[in-house]
């Protein structure tokens, strides 16, 4: 099975300062992946996702941990299992087995033979200290990460992350230089609809933007903003390893075809929540989208 053009197009997202090289070593790993029979570590990935999608918790991480087993020699493996461990206890709530399965992830990124990957484990790990209120950890891991500009979309959810830590130190100004960086990278690929990296990049670009209008206490800019945000194609943004103000499945018992009213940013706005079903496995695709089949979503509409 070939791979096909625009696929190979957005998986490298365009980046000149890959060298030739290295976008034919990525482009051969594709390929061999897609080539390849159903390996232990993929076949237990699968599982792990048709738990997730199920909403069994347990049988997902179960099958997480067999796939870590799977590929006990490969570090760069290894840390992409543990990454998706840790999305997964964060979606549950268990913020101390995020952190230390993403700091796991971290090591095992730092030992593989895919730097490039490093920069999103990095990241990872700034947004745990983040969300910790440990700024200066976080901050130097930002800095650690932004070095790397090969790929241009992890670069710009690295910015974005540097953009939150300035929004929590209140600086605005730098925070908004911050956000016109990743508006001139993500920009260019607008275009690409089906593209989870990007898209993700710009459902963080305007939740970010909502923060700094909440801030600046413009409320019908912040709102319009999020609107923006949870506008975005769901199956390539919202679910794409971004926090989520309103959370989903397992935080909230999310009930089909039912409102009830809120509050976002000062405002009154009313919550529809309603169901989606995706055309795609989760195990088919390569997005850290969190569901499958039917998922409970809510979108936050204006009054």
């Given at each position: 099975?070939?791979?096909?053009?625009?696929?190979?197009?957005?998986?490298?997202?365009?980046?000149?300062?890959?060298?030739?090289?290295?976008?034919?070593?990525?482009?051969?790993?594709?390929?061999?992946?897609?080539?390849?029979?159903?390996?232990?570590?993929?076949?237990?990935?699968?599982?792990?996702?048709?738990?997730?999608?199920?909403?069994?918790?347990?049988?997902?991480?179960?099958?997480?941990?067999?796939?870590?087993?799977?590929?006990?020699?490969?570090?760069?493996?290894?840390?992409?299992?543990?990454?998706?461990?840790?999305?997964?206890?964060?979606?549950?709530?268990?913020?101390?087995?995020?952190?230390?399965?993403?700091?796991?992830?971290?090591?095992?990124?730092?030992?593989?033979?895919?730097?490039?990957?490093?920069?999103?484990?990095?990241?990872?790990?700034?947004?745990?200290?983040?969300?910790?209120?440990?700024?200066?950890?976080?901050?130097?891991?930002?800095?650690?990460?932004?070095?790397?500009?090969?790929?241009?979309?992890?670069?710009?959810?690295?910015?974005?992350?540097?953009?939150?830590?300035?929004?929590?130190?209140?600086?605005?100004?730098?925070?908004?230089?911050?956000?016109?960086?990743?508006?001139?990278?993500?920009?260019?690929?607008?275009?690409?609809?089906?593209?989870?990296?990007?898209?993700?990049?710009?459902?963080?670009?305007?939740?970010l933007t909502a923060k700094m209008r909440a801030q600046r206490h413009d409320w019908p800019g912040a709102i319009a903003a999020q609107q923006e945000r949870l506008a975005l194609d769901p199956e390539n943004s919202l679910l794409h390893g971004q926090p989520l103000d309103l959370q989903f499945a397992g935080r909230e018992e999310c009930t089909a075809d039912r409102s009830s009213g809120g509050n976002l940013f000062g405002?009154?706005?009313?919550?529809?929540?309603?169901?989606?079903?995706?055309?795609?496995?989760?195990?088919?695709?390569?997005?850290?989208?969190?569901?499958?089949?039917?998922?409970?979503?809510?979108?936050?509409?204006?009054?």
């Amino acid at each position: 099975m070939s791979i096909p053009d625009e696929l190979n197009h957005e998986a490298l997202n365009e980046d000149e300062e890959l060298s030739e090289e290295e976008m034919a070593e990525m482009l051969q790993a594709i390929e061999d992946a897609a080539n390849a029979p159903p390996s232990p570590w993929l076949i237990a990935m699968g599982e792990a996702h048709e738990c997730e999608a199920a909403f069994d918790w347990s049988g997902a991480e179960a099958a997480y941990r067999r796939a870590i087993a799977a590929e006990a020699d490969r570090p760069s493996i290894q840390a992409k299992t543990y990454q998706d461990l840790a999305k997964l206890f964060s979606l549950i709530g268990l913020d101390e087995q995020d952190f230390e399965a993403t700091k796991t992830a971290t090591q095992l990124a730092r030992q593989g033979n895919m730097p490039i990957m490093l920069p999103l484990h990095l990241r990872d790990e700034a947004v745990c200290y983040l969300d910790a209120g440990d700024l200066d950890r976080a901050e130097a891991l930002l800095e650690e990460a932004r070095g790397d500009t090969r790929l241009k979309v992890s670069h710009a959810y690295v910015l974005g992350t540097i953009a939150r830590c300035r929004i929590a130190r209140g600086d605005l100004e730098a925070a908004q230089l911050a956000l016109d960086e990743i508006w001139q990278i993500i920009e260019p690929h607008s275009e690409f609809e089906i593209a989870a990296g990007w898209q993700g990049n710009f459902a963080a670009w305007w939740g970010l933007t909502a923060k700094m209008r909440a801030q600046r206490h413009d409320w019908p800019g912040a709102i319009a903003a999020q609107q923006e945000r949870l506008a975005l194609d769901p199956e390539n943004s919202l679910l794409h390893g971004q926090p989520l103000d309103l959370q989903f499945a397992g935080r909230e018992e999310c009930t089909a075809d039912r409102s009830s009213g809120g509050n976002l940013f000062g405002r009154e706005v009313q919550f529809t929540i309603f169901q989606k079903t995706w055309p795609m496995p989760r195990s088919q695709w390569g997005s850290r989208q969190r569901m499958n089949g039917n998922v409970s979503r809510i979108i936050a509409l204006s009054k």
